[in-house]
C-alpha cells in the first residue's frame, strides 16, 4: 500500500491540485477559470486527469451550480494541505536565501498605472525599515501563483476576483473611458449606450477583459465583442483608429492624455476600477506590507 501511495503521488500534477482547490473555493468552474487566468477547458481537463489519478469524481456538477462529492468532501481539505505545504518550502527556500531581508517583491498586472508603482516605490524608503522595491509584472494567474509559493511578497491587482486565502486592500480606484472609431466628442458615454457597440478586448490575463464581462454581466447588458483580440493598449487604439471597434480602458492607460475618449458612465455616476494590493498574513514582511498597503490605500485618488 505504502508503494502504491508514493507512486500516485509522484504522478499528481501541482497544477490539477490548485485548479481543484480553485473550484472548492468558488464554487464555479467558470469562475475557477477567471480566477486563475486560463480557459474553462483548461481548467476542466486538469481536474479530470485529477481525478482519473486518484479514482474518483471531487465534484458534481448541476444546473444548480458545483458541490462536492464524497469522495471530494474528504479528499479536498488534503489537497488544501499538501498545496499549504508545498507553498510553505518555497517560501521558506526563500527567505533561507533572501540574504538581508532587505527587498520587497512585488507582483504587478500589465494594468497598474505607473503613478501607483512610483508611489509604492518613494513608500518603501519610508517603512520603519526602509527595503529596497524588486517588480515582476506578470499575467494574473502567475502572479497569484507567485504570491502563494512565496516568491512574492505582495502584488498588485485589478479587484475582480476572489483571493480568500489572502490579506487585501483597496489601494487606487480609476475612472474607466472608453476610445472610439472617429471618436471627436469627449460627451460622457452612458453604459446602456455602450451595449450597443463592439469592444476589442485584450487576452483575459490582465484582468482588463473580466472586468469588462464582470461589468456587463452585472447589469443585464450584451456585451458585443471584435472576434481577434489586441496585444496591448496601444493595439486597442490602433484598432479602434481602423474601425474594428471600441475600446474600454482605465484612464492611465492612454497613450496620451489627448486620445480622443469618453468617460464611461452609469446612471450619471463614474465607472470605475478598483486596484487591491494582496498579501499573506503570514509573510515575515507582514508587518511592513500592512503598513505600504495602508499609506498606498490612504492617498489613493
Not at 34 to 44: D, F, I, K
Not at 152 to 169: C, G, K, N, Q, S
Amino acid at each position: 500500500m505504502e508503494r502504491y501511495t508514493v507512486a500516485m503521488a509522484d504522478r499528481l500534477n501541482p497544477e490539477g491540485l490548485r485548479y481543484a482547490r480553485a473550484v472548492a473555493e468558488t464554487k464555479s468552474f467558470s469562475a475557477a477559470a477567471r480566477a486563475y487566468g486560463v480557459t474553462q477547458p483548461a481548467l476542466s481537463n486538469g481536474i479530470a486527469k485529477l481525478e482519473e489519478r486518484l479514482g474518483e469524481k471531487l465534484f458534481d456538477r448541476s444546473p444548480r451550480g458545483v458541490t462536492r462529492t464524497a469522495f471530494g468532501a474528504r479528499v479536498l481539505p488534503l489537497i488544501e494541505r499538501a498545496l499549504d505545504a508545498l507553498d510553505a518550502v518555497t517560501a521558506e527556500a526563500g527567505r533561507l536565501t533572501d540574504v538581508g531581508g532587505r527587498k520587497i517583491r512585488m507582483g504587478l498586472s500589465p494594468l497598474i498605472g505607473s503613478h501607483l508603482v512610483a508611489r509604492a516605490f518613494s513608500m518603501v524608503q519610508d517603512l520603519p525599515t526602509p527595503r529596497d522595491l524588486v517588480l515582476r509584472e506578470a499575467n494574473m494567474r502567475e502572479l497569484r501563483d507567485g504570491l502563494s509559493a512565496g516568491e512574492l511578497d505582495v502584488i498588485l491587482i485589478p479587484a475582480v476576483t476572489a483571493m480568500p486565502r489572502f490579506e487585501h486592500r483597496v489601494i487606487d480606484v480609476e475612472p474607466i473611458v472608453v476610445v472610439s472609431p472617429d471618436t471627436v466628442e469627449t460627451a460622457p458615454l452612458e453604459l446602456e449606450e455602450a451595449g450597443k457597440e463592439r469592444f476589442i478586448l485584450v487576452p483575459d490575463a490582465c484582468g482588463l477583459t473580466t472586468f469588462t464581462t464582470q461589468l456587463f454581466r452585472a447589469h443585464e447588458l450584451p456585451l458585443r465583442t471584435y472576434p481577434g483580440e489586441a496585444a496591448s493598449y496601444q493595439v486597442l487604439e490602433d484598432w479602434t483608429k481602423l474601425g474594428l471597434g471600441s475600446a474600454m480602458v482605465p484612464r492611465s492607460k492612454l497613450t496620451s492624455p489627448g486620445v480622443p475618449h469618453r468617460p464611461l458612465l452609469d446612471e450619471g455616476r463614474e465607472v470605475r476600477i478598483s486596484f487591491e494590493a494582496a498579501w499573506s498574513a503570514d509573510s515575515p514582511l507582514a508587518a511592513d506590507l500592512t503598513h505600504l498597503a495602508d499609506r498606498l490605500a490612504s492617498v489613493r485618488r
